[in-house]
């Protein structure tokens, strides 16, 4: 069965610092794809990054980066030098391959960044 | 622009009563899904649809029923049957069927009990 754990319920930074949220998953698959979400206070859920198991090539997106190591089932998302508008709850989420009618996520991590 | 609708933003409900939360995209997706959200908790799945005039149960779908007639719209009734309605509701949808795609989410509806 498929399960993704977000270990860290909220973390608080101060602006400019770095900041990573952790996101272990489970599957027996193979073939899979992982998301990262952003939830803000106006509640709408928002896109970031999709990844699938075959490409374990780090990205980095302006002050964003995701860190994707199967070895370790990890997907862990990094904020550098952070700004209060990155304050929200953010999203791991899992689907299997193979035709899966399914996405699972986890709890979310509340950020939230003080100026 | 190119979006997801959800109305009400608020939403109260009497005790026995059935109400409907709307959910209208303009972005011409095949797929069109419905999750909750409790406090501190993640998103659950309560219904989805991969085509018009279909739609599948997901993990929560007791005391829900939903209805894709139209390609841009997916209301979601809640029902007297769902004891426990007080959450978050969220309306999404990816370009064609299937989890592998990103899913594009509507504000929400806060639904509440009187």
């Known amino acids: 069965a498929q399960k993704v754990t977000q270990a860290q319920t909220e973390i608080s930074v101060v602006e400019k610092e770095d900041v990573t949220l952790d996101c272990v998953y489970e599957?027996?698959?193979?073939?899979?794809?992982l998301f990262w979400y952003k939830q803000p206070p106006s509640g709408e859920l928002v896109f970031l990054i999709r990844?699938?198991?075959?490409?374990?090539q780090n990205e980095i997106s302006g002050r964003y980066s995701w860190n994707f190591q199967k070895s370790t089932s990890s997907f862990n998302f990094t904020i550098t030098a952070s700004q209060v508008v990155d304050s929200a709850v953010y999203f791991c989420a899992l689907s299997e391959g193979g035709g899966s009618e399914k996405l699972v996520f986890g709890k979310g991590t509340k950020l939230t960044v003080n100026p | 622009d190119g979006g997801i609708t959800q109305s009400p933003k608020y939403l109260f409900r009497k005790e026995g009563q059935n109400v409907t939360l709307s959910c209208e995209q303009n972005l011409n997706h095949d797929a069109m899904y419905w999750y909750r959200q409790d406090p501190g908790q993640g998103l659950r799945l309560i219904y989805y649809s991969q085509i018009v005039n279909d739609f599948q149960k997901g993990d929560i779908a007791e005391g829900y029923s939903v209805s894709r007639e139209k390609k841009e719209s997916f209301p979601l009734t809640v029902t007297s049957a769902q004891k426990n309605p007080t959450a978050f509701y969220l309306c999404?949808?990816?370009?064609?069927?299937?989890?592998?795609?990103?899913?594009?989410f509507g504000d929400g509806t806060r639904l509440s009990i009187l």
């Open positions: 999404a949808s990816s370009i064609e069927r299937g989890f592998r795609q990103p899913q594009h």
């Open positions: 599957t027996r698959d193979t073939t899979y794809y």
């Open positions: 990844r699938n198991s075959f490409d374990e």
